[in-house]
């Protein structure tokens, strides 16, 4: 099934709706979401799989996806929970970030989530592994291995509220 998304203007306004696959390789400015899983003090680190179109095999804070069509942000970021770690959990807006970056043009709102439930589950087709780390020890990481731009930012600029 083709997943279609909104492509915005520079005032992030939406001016057009292509496919997933069009807003990657045309580079388009789009809607994305990221969450950062909290459990006991520690955040929960994913390893993407090889495979993926963008950041392939890069640690990445807990998830990231897109806005489709049709979805808010929180929809969005609930969706993507569901689907990659099939989690669910309370959802607080932690920051928006542009990244510009290979093929990412992307404009990012990011959720920090808490309480979870649900069995984790990864989802095979698109994450390899993963695990809960203290902020320290993905510190550490962040120095050792490639993770994606949204993650170096986000361990940059929100380390104290996350």
């Not at 698109?126 to 962040?142: A, C, D, R, W, Y």
């Amino acid at each position: 099934m083709t997943e279609y998304i909104e492509v915005l203007n520079e005032k992030k306004e939406v001016i057009n709706k292509v496919s997933r696959k069009e807003v990657h390789e045309k580079g388009l400015f789009h809607k994305g979401i990221c969450g950062v899983v909290l459990k006991d003090g520690k955040v929960f680190i994913q390893k993407r799989r090889e495979n993926k179109d963008v950041f392939p095999g890069m640690y990445e804070v807990s998830y990231s996806g897109h806005v489709l069509v049709g979805e808010s942000w929180l929809e969005s970021a609930k969706r993507e929970l569901k689907e990659e770690l099939n989690i669910e959990g309370d959802f607080e807006l932690l920051a928006e970030e542009i990244v510009v970056e290979e093929k990412v043009n992307c404009l990012f709102k990011v959720f920090l989530i808490k309480n979870i439930t649900g069995e984790l589950k990864l989802q095979k087709e698109e994450v390899t592994s993963g695990e809960f780390k203290t902020k320290q020890e993905i510190q550490t990481m962040l120095n050792k291995y490639k993770f994606t731009p949204i993650t170096h930012l986000l361990f940059k600029k929100y380390s104290d509220k996350i």
